[in-house]
Nanobody
Framework: VQLQASGGGLVQAGGSLRLSCAAS????????MGWFRQAPGKERELVAA???????YYADSVKGRFTIFRDNAKNTLYLQMNSLKPEDTAVYYC????????????????WGQGTLVTVSS
């Protein structure tokens, strides 16, 4: 599967953004998907993930503010980000895996290019 992320930009603290990740291929619904982010000088971290069936995961830092969801008919993954904070500033990546170890960061083997999210204070 090939992935292309979009939707990043500059937003003020407290604002919202929605990231999208368009996937190619006909098996998108069989893939667990995740959103990662990497801030300058920090390691990449798994922010949110969604199983191919049921199940979602959120990092503690984004619980209650971010929502991951997918539209299998459109082969698209989304990340709705609300109440953004300056510490959410990072390059965000979407990723996929053919399987359902969606909470395991090392299980993802398909990656899109990043999209930059900048939250100003």
């Amino acid at each position: 599967v090939q992935l292309q992320a979009s939707g990043g930009g500059l937003v003020q603290a407290g604002g919202s953004l929605r990231l999208s990740c368009a996937a190619s291929g006909r098996s998108f619904r069989s893939y667990a998907m995740g959103w990662f982010r990497q801030a300058p000088g920090k390691e990449r971290e798994l922010v949110a993930a969604i199983a191919s069936g049921f199940g979602t995961y959120y990092a503690d830092s984004v619980k209650g503010r971010f929502t991951i969801f997918r539209d299998n008919a459109k082969n698209t993954l989304y990340l709705q980000m609300n109440s953004l904070k300056p510490e959410d500033t990072a390059v965000y990546y979407c990723a996929g895996q053919y399987g359902d170890y969606y909470t395991r960061p090392n299980s993802y083997n398909y990656w899109g290019q990043g999209t930059l999210v900048t939250v100003s204070s």
